[in-house]
């Protein structure tokens, strides 16, 4: 049974930083791209950061890109997602995910950001900014 469990959601005021973490269990975490992706009620699911199968395939969106920071230990199965310098509009609820689809550039594999590209998921961790 695949399971994806999040920690490290919680309330802080603008400028300041969190550290979620996502273990994942019943899959092989290595060969799998992983992500974070965000929600709000009302709005669509979007991307975050994706830690792919290779070291050099991370995605940020454009909306975190120089204040988030993702990684992953395979050794741990777990993926981390360091968030720093929040913004009132970075509070949603944050999701883990996994999933195997890719494309090949040259001798990289680069994953598939959207979330439809993830079959697997965690139950999510809230994070609120206070202004």
């Known amino acids: 049974q695949v399971q994806l469990a999040e920690s490290g959601g919680g309330s802080v005021h603008a400028g300041g930083s969190l550290k979620l973490s996502c273990v994942v269990s019943?899959?092989?975490?290595?060969?799998?791209?992983l992500g974070w992706f965000r929600q709000v009620p009302g709005m669509e699911r979007e991307l975050g950061a994706i830690?792919?199968?290779?070291?050099?395939?991370?995605t940020y969106a454009d909306s975190v890109k120089g204040r988030f920071t993702v990684s992953r230990e395979n050794a741990q199965n777990t993926l981390s997602l360091q968030m720093d310098n929040l913004k009132p509009e970075d509070t949603a609820m944050y999701y883990c995910?996994?999933?195997?689809?890719?494309?090949?550039?040259?001798?990289?594999?680069?994953?598939?950001?959207?979330?439809?590209?993830?079959?697997?998921w965690g139950q999510g961790t809230q994070v609120t900014v206070f202004s």
């Open positions: 995910a996994a999933g195997t689809r890719y494309y090949w550039n040259g001798s990289h594999a680069y994953c598939r950001t959207g979330p439809t590209d993830f079959d697997y």
């Open positions: 830690a792919g199968i290779d070291d050099d395939s991370i």
């Open positions: 019943g899959l092989p975490f290595a060969d799998y791209c």
